[in-house]
């Protein structure tokens, strides 16, 4: 049989031996863990641990202390700075309030980056707006504003504000913050369908154990008092056989 002359492609975001700083004081260091493509990668440990630290870090908001960041076999912080805009347009991020301007309706907020950075037609933007309000479940309500949806539908406007640009990559800053559990498990329901029908690679900042066990795939674990990432892998094979205590004490809590 021939052998193909096909390489790997290289996985979406590799980070190598990262270490984060405020000033002088240290958050995490010697970070390496590698988040493949259409996976659902979670980022969890305690409070304080630097999850949303390191979230600003894999996004190209805050700049290594020391170690890199490669998205897509590129090194974020040594490429030409054309490559990283590029870059960073290709990164949906759904913050924890949603992060809609309130003085919008919801189709204005999805149709500001397209017009932001495409030169698309305006029916075309509309198009677009309409397509990705009902990927989410609010098709027909582009026309709200902000103030009238329920926090689940805020969320999920902000999902699909973040998918408007057709981003490789979604990151999710504690989605579940603020949503009932009957709202949190429709948004953990919907990430799964984004990546399989999508085939987006989706990175989950949350401590939320419902959502880790729902979705997650793949996980890195961030202790907060060893500063450094003490487990990688499966969160359901961690919870059963991780070796670390504090490991398995996190993912068990009121079992």
């Known amino acids: 049989m021939m052998e193909s002359n096909k390489t790997k492609a290289p996985p979406p975001i590799e980070v190598r031996d990262l270490t984060m700083k405020w000033g002088q004081r240290l958050i995490q260091e010697h970070l390496n ?17 630097g999850k949303s630290t390191l979230l600003r870090h894999l996004i190209g908001l805050n700049h290594p202390t020391s170690g890199t960041v490669m998205r897509n076999g590129v090194d974020f912080w040594e490429c030409p700075d054309e490559t990283r805009t590029a870059i960073m347009r290709q990164s949906g991020i759904l913050y924890q309030s949603g992060a809609l301007w309130s003085a919008m309706t919801i189709a204005e907020n999805l149709a500001l980056p397209l017009r932001q950075f495409t030169t698309i037609s305006e029916q075309e933007i509309a198009d677009i707006c309409e397509y990705k309000l009902a990927l989410v479940g609010l098709a027909g309500r582009g026309g709200l504003y902000p103030s009238e949806l329920s926090g689940g539908m805020r969320k999920r406007a902000g999902l699909a504000r973040a998918m408007v640009l057709d981003p490789e990559v979604l990151f999710f800053d504690e989605p579940s913050a603020g949503l009932d559990p009957l709202s949190a ?59 670390d205590a504090g490991v398995r004490t996190f993912l068990r809590r009121g079992a």
Request: aromatic letters at 6%; charged letters at 25%; one cysteine or more.
């Open 33 to 49: 863990f590698t988040i493949e493509k259409g996976s659902i990668f979670i980022v969890m440990g305690g409070s304080g641990c």
């Open 185 to 243: 498990r429709r948004l953990d329901d919907l990430i799964l369908e984004l990546r399989d029908t999508l085939g987006t690679t989706i990175v989950v900042i949350t401590h939320d154990l419902d959502s880790i066990f729902t979705i997650g795939t793949d996980s890195v674990f961030l202790d907060a008092e060893r500063k450094t990432a003490t487990a990688r892998g499966n969160p359901t094979d961690l919870r059963e056989t991780c070796p």
